[in-house]
């Protein structure tokens, strides 16, 4: 038994997540998560909103409430909405918590004392309308780049181009539209990441068997152009954590708060901190490796945009701070989910979200055509059409009509018990050493996180069984020979837990159901498939369950695909 810390990519406040953000992040962090604790593990996984930073702020504004409360209330939706997908966090915090704040003041401090950090006078657009200083998207203007009449302070939409407010040309207030924009010099704090390229770079090339897409977002960072660069860690704004120096104030930075990216990733040991505060236990015996944290295998989830901050900036705060923090062992990056034929957008309302997909089918349809289309080595793409198609086949056919066939067949002629007469003989031995091949694959798999693959062979388990059913024909078999058909029957039914039990990390709820009706309890991951597929003695008794997973008609998907062309209010 090990230990593992599991985290995923903290979701931004400012709106309900798209499927793309939860397949990028969220959904494959609650497979392995799931996964593990069904091997035994001991996992703590760990999850919150990402609340500070201007797109909260200007959010808030639109639905004209305090920014506290905004966020309050999101996060909540949040939370609720996640609950309803099955997604299995120890904790889900918040980055804007008491917690948070202390420990995110507290490596300024330390990474100040150690020559870390550096202080800077800066130019910056200062608004007289707003009598305020106007960081990232509280500017909008012209693109230099493509002559985008709307591009934000941070990144034009359009061409996707990387801004600093200044670059835009005929830049306006997002908050009054006032023009009336000057210069003037602000004093900032810059994470000097240059100094760490080295030991960076070093920790970098020693993760041989990290995910290409990961290294290689790292390695472009930190060789591109003049390599590395030291990064901008505060702002001018009012919601944030607040500058200080650990406990102290620290002198000519009152009034400003720590970019955004510098305190989220802080919040995944913060929200250990919370954890624990709620009653959760340990959070240093998993953060500390002073105290206890030695043995935890760490690994984050993230979509392929978040790579950067995980492989360089938080690990240089980790790092350059000097303590005995965990240092992350495993970093699965994902490429993007698109939809339909452009980008899913959060800002634009483009695609379908994590609300309105449960509004049309229970969690476990969309868990498992996400995992099973996750944007692994390339973008995948959403289409209603394969929607239809995979949760018809895979779910529907595969192992939804596995599961109705063989317990109401035996219902009709053994009753709702498992049959006592016959014996295994050829077929069903060779079904069962199958399986076990099969298992240890589907495992090494999971192991390796390597999501696709592990939901195809899930399916070829499932599919073994049909297969197995349709040439044994038990139905035909019992004309001839009741005793042998009742000894198929017996196996047939003993796949219904095993199934369950090795899909319980895709579909949970699928495979709570089947369970249920073949009345057993969960016992965690099947270790010897021979002993597995004798659990269900004869006599046993069970349910038939009502239908697992309905198919989406032509009709459905038609009127699916209308309703989510366009753009969300
Ligand atoms: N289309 C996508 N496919 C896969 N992962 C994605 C996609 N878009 C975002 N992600 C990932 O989703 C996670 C949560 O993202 P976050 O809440 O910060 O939204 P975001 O990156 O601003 O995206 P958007 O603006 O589209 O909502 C991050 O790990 C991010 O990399
Ligand atoms: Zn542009």
Same mark, same amino acid.
């Not at 009653?279 to 295998?297: E, F, I, L, M, Q």
């Not at 959403?382 to 529907?396: G, H, Y």
């Given at each position: 038994?090990?230990?593992? &810390? ?37 996992? =703590? ?25 905004? *966020? ?22 918040? !980055?804007? !918590? ?12 330390? =990474? ?30 012209? *693109?230099?780049? *493509? ?33 009336? &924009? ?23 090339? !020693? ?48 009034? $400003? ?63 350059? +701070? ?9 970093? $699965? ?27 049309? =089918? ?8 996400? &995992? +099973? ?30 599961? !109705? ?29 199958? &399986? ?74 699928? +495979? ?20 597995? =597929? ?36």
């Amino acid at each position: 038994m090990a230990r593992h &810390l599991i985290t995923s990519a903290i979701p931004y406040i400012n709106g309900i997540k798209h499927l793309g953000n939860l397949v990028g992040s969220q959904l494959p962090a609650d497979l392995y998560a799931r996964y593990l604790r069904t091997r035994g593990h001991e996992v =703590l996984f760990l999850c919150a909103t990402d609340e500070h930073g201007t797109p909260a702020e200007l959010a808030a504004a639109k639905a004209g409430k305090p920014v506290a409360d905004y *966020c309050a209330e999101m996060y909540a939706v949040q939370a609720d909405i996640a609950q309803r997908f099955g997604l299995s966090f120890d904790h889900f915090g918040r !980055s804007s !918590s008491e917690q948070n704040k202390r420990l995110t003041q507290h490596f300024a401090g330390v =990474l100040a004392d150690n020559g870390l950090i550096e202080e800077v006078e800066q130019r910056q657009i200062y608004s007289e309308t707003d009598g305020r200083f106007l960081p990232d998207r509280y500017v909008e203007g012209t *693109c230099p780049n *493509c002559g985008f009449e709307d591009a934000r302070g941070d990144q034009c939409d359009n061409c996707t181009k990387q801004l600093d407010p200044e670059d835009l040309i005929d830049p306006r207030s997002t908050i009054s539209g006032a023009t009336d &924009l000057e210069m003037r010099a602000t004093k900032h704090l810059m994470l000097r990441q240059s100094q760490m390229r080295g030991q960076l770079s070093d920790w970098i090339e !020693s993760k041989s068997d990290w995910p290409l897409l990961t290294t290689s977002i790292a390695k472009k960072w930190l060789n591109d152009g003049d390599g590395l660069q030291d990064r901008g860690i505060t702002r001018d704004l009012s919601w944030g954590v607040p500058v200080k120096r650990g406990d102290a104030e620290w002198p000519g930075m009152e009034g $400003k708060v720590f970019y955004v990216w510098f305190d989220a990733p802080i919040e995944y040991i913060a929200c250990a901190q919370e954890w624990q505060d709620a009653g959760g236990g340990d959070w240093a015996r998993w953060w500390r490796t002073d105290k206890g944290a030695d043995d935890v295998r760490y690994t984050q989830f993230m979509g392929k945009d978040n790579v950067p901050f995980h492989t360089l900036s938080f690990p240089a705060t980790i790092i350059g +701070s000097g303590e005995p923090w965990k240092l992350v062992d495993y970093i $699965k990056s994902f490429n993007y989910l698109n939809y339909d034929g452009g980008q899913f957008s959060t800002s634009r309302g483009r695609g379908v979200f994590m609300d309105q997909a449960l509004e049309i =089918l229970p969690a476990d349809y969309w868990r498992w055509w996400l &995992l +099973s289309h996750a944007p692994e080595t390339s973008d995948a793409e959403f289409t209603w059409e394969n929607f239809q198609a995979s949760v018809n086949k895979d779910l529907a056919d595969v192992l939804g009509n596995f599961v !109705s066939r063989i317990t109401k067949f035996c219902r009709s002629k053994f009753g709702e018990a498992v049959p006592e007469a016959g014996a295994f003989g050829e077929a069903e031995e060779a079904l069962i050493a199958d &399986l076990g091949e099969r298992v240890a694959r589907y495992g090494a798999a999971m192991d390796a996180m390597e999501v696709r693959k592990s939901a195809a062979e899930l399916r070829a388990i499932w599919a073994a069984g049909n297969e197995y059913l349709q040439a044994q024909a038990p139905w035909t078999t019992f004309k001839t020979d009741p005793d042998a058909a009742a000894a198929q029957v017996r196996l047939a039914l003993n796949l219904i837990p095993l199934y369950a039990q090795l899909a319980a990390p895709f579909i949970p709820d699928a +495979s709570a159901k089947m369970l249920a009706a073949m009345r057993v309890e969960d016992t965690g991951w099947p270790d010897d498939i021979p002993t597995a =597929l004798t659990r269900l003695a004869p006599g046993h008794a069970f349910d038939v369950p009502e239908v697992l997973f309905a198919k989406i008609t032509d009709e459905q998907r038609e009127d699916w695909a209308e309703r989510f062309a366009g753009v969300r209010e």
